[in-house]
């Protein structure tokens, strides 16, 4: 089971990397055009829209199954106040994260979770890592865009990336050690993120996908909650 678990957790992870490496590749090698920009846009919105899905169909719905109203409410509110504050810092000092700090948020609670399922349902655990190795795609390109935008080289940018797809591994065994048999911390973990998560999404993600006269962006996120709905539904 453990081989598993570094396995399947790798898959999940290594799909950050590879986004970053598409990313790079459409932004040095892809001439630059409006359809180029249309592009980066809709990609940037379809990940918002996957990025909502597994906060409305994954961990949510998960938090709310194990706690009970007042706890989970305080939990969602203190992730939401926390990276409001953390957002605020981060503008001040001129950085544009936002993607990459939702992309964390999702990631690394999922694996946790990735993890604890091992344990109960391997079925279900192997489909949930495909169904995160499938986020982490779109949302490490939008975060690539993110960091080089910054001001990070695409050198650091990578290799940033390159670390971050072994945090599926570390989370997944943690998950499966540690948290197993504790159902209300592993809750809380992801509610607390999704109180994150909704607030990066609607303060800096969304609103910077957005194309004045295009229409394409919005059903990009369309797209991406349907991925997240497909991938429920089969989990």
């Keep these: 089971m453990l081989t598993s678990i570094i396995l399947f957790s790798a898959f999940a992870g290594i799909t950050v990397f590879i986004g970053g490496l598409l990313a790079n590749y459409f932004n040095h090698h892809i001439k630059e055009s409006p359809v180029k920009y249309e592009i980066t846009h809709t990609l940037m919105s379809f990940g918002a829209g996957i990025i909502l899905s597994a906060l409305a169909l994954v961990l949510i719905p998960k938090g709310m199954e194990q706690l009970t109203l007042l706890p989970m409410v305080l939990s969602f509110l203190f992730g ?31 694996s946790i979770a990735l993890g604890a399922v091992f344990a109960l349902d391997q079925s279900m655990a192997t489909l949930l890592a495909i169904f995160i190795g499938l986020q982490n795609l779109p949302e490490a390109f939008n975060s690539y865009r993110d960091l080089v935008e910054s001001g990070f080289s695409a050198k650091k940018t990578l290799v940033i990336f390159f670390a971050l797809s072994f945090f599926g591994i570390i989370a997944a065994l943690i998950g499966h050690f540690l948290l197993a048999d504790s159902p209300n911390l592993t809750a809380h973990l992801m509610t607390f993120a999704s109180g994150g998560i909704l607030y990066l999404l609607i303060q800096d993600i969304i609103p910077a996908s957005k194309l004045d006269k295009n229409y394409l962006t919005s059903l990009g996120a369309t797209l991406g909650f349907t991925v997240g709905i497909i991938g429920e539904k089969i989990i």
């Design 80 to 110: 939401a106040i926390l990276f409001m504050l953390l957002d605020r810092y981060l503008a001040k000092k001129g950085g544009q994260i936002a993607t990459l700090l939702a992309m964390i948020m999702d990631f690394v609670p999922e």
